[in-house]
């Protein structure tokens, strides 16, 4: 059923516990402004009263994709990859040891990793073992240890000590699939080859019902599909700082999020649309 979007009252289930009710003046008009009064019938955000009969719901609709768009870029205009780095292999090395890990974990470990071997060629010097210790607080640090050093062999016997600026390339080092490649390339060159896929990304897309996949690959070409080649860069990035700060697993912050009145997420905690149960993590 849907709720009324003033005045904001926690549901009796306690389902909204945790929420908070008192906000800045300031961010309250901010997140108005962007949420449209009545969700717009061309953005496919709900079944109107005057749709044709037999109307479906379509969610990959060109308006609500540009509106999905917009409010992204009101709220993160100018974000980029988290992960600290001077150079497009301090990048590569970050991106490999943040799997299962968080970026600010890794930003932790690799000033000093960098500072104790500073080229690809002192990491093609060592041996997996030798890197583990200084690697260990990310976990997994005995298959990112391979990887890395891995990695840094056939940088320096392949491609002459420098990192690849091409998706095939990228796609042969050891420990990089296709996520680890767009973020050197998306980030570092600037070459839009693909979208990135993380654990944010594959969330929010599913509850924006951009895809309906679970796997990367496969969301990766849904999103491909609806996002525009020369925002696939910055879409990235922005589903990931929305993940970070408020589309969370657990608990999201539905009642703060700007896009609230066009998701109909399953599995959101507070809503002013029609809720579809499949739309959801």
């Not at 009263?49 to 609500?64: D, Q, W």
């Not at 799997?99 to 600010?104: I, L």
């Not at 697993?249 to 002013?272: F, M, Q, S, Y």
Request: net charge positive; proline share 6%.
């Amino acid at each position: 059923m849907v709720r009324g979007v003033v005045p904001r009252q926690p549901a009796k289930t306690g389902r909204h516990e945790g929420a908070r009710v008192s906000r800045s003046l300031n961010k309250s008009l901010k997140i108005a402004e962007l949420r449209s009064e009545q969700p717009d019938q061309r953005l496919g955000t709900t079944k109107s009263k005057k749709s044709a009969p037999g109307a479906k719901y379509n969610p990959l609709t060109p308006g609500r994709i540009s509106e999905i768009l917009k409010r992204l870029d009101e709220l993160y205009p100018d974000v980029t990859c988290a992960l600290t780095h001077k150079s497009a292999w301090e990048l590569l090395v970050a991106t490999i040891l943040s799997a299962q890990s968080t970026d600010v974990n890794v930003n932790r470990v690799t000033p000093e990793l960098f500072r104790k071997y500073p080229t690809v060629a002192d990491f093609a010097a060592l041996t997996p073992e030798q890197l583990e210790p200084d690697v260990r607080s990310t976990g997994f640090f005995r298959n990112k240890s391979k990887s890395v050093v891995g990695a840094a062999k056939k940088i320096v016997s392949e491609f002459g000590g420098q990192v690849p600026d091409d998706m095939e390339k990228l796609l042969t080092l050891p420990g990089v699939a296709r996520k680890t490649a767009n973020v050197v390339l998306g980030t570092w060159f600037r070459k839009a080859d693909g979208v990135v896929v993380d654990t944010h990304v594959t969330r929010i897309a599913r509850r924006l019902e951009l895809t309906k996949n679970t796997d990367a690959p496969k969301i990766e070409q849904d999103l491909m599909k609806v996002i525009p080649r020369e925002r696939w860069i910055l879409f990235a990035h922005q589903l990931i700082w929305h993940g970070r700060k408020l589309c969370f697993a657990r608990r999201p912050k539905c009642v703060d999020c700007a896009l609230e009145n066009i998701c109909h997420a399953g599995d959101k905690t507070w809503t002013t649309v029609e809720i579809h149960k499949n739309a959801k993590l």
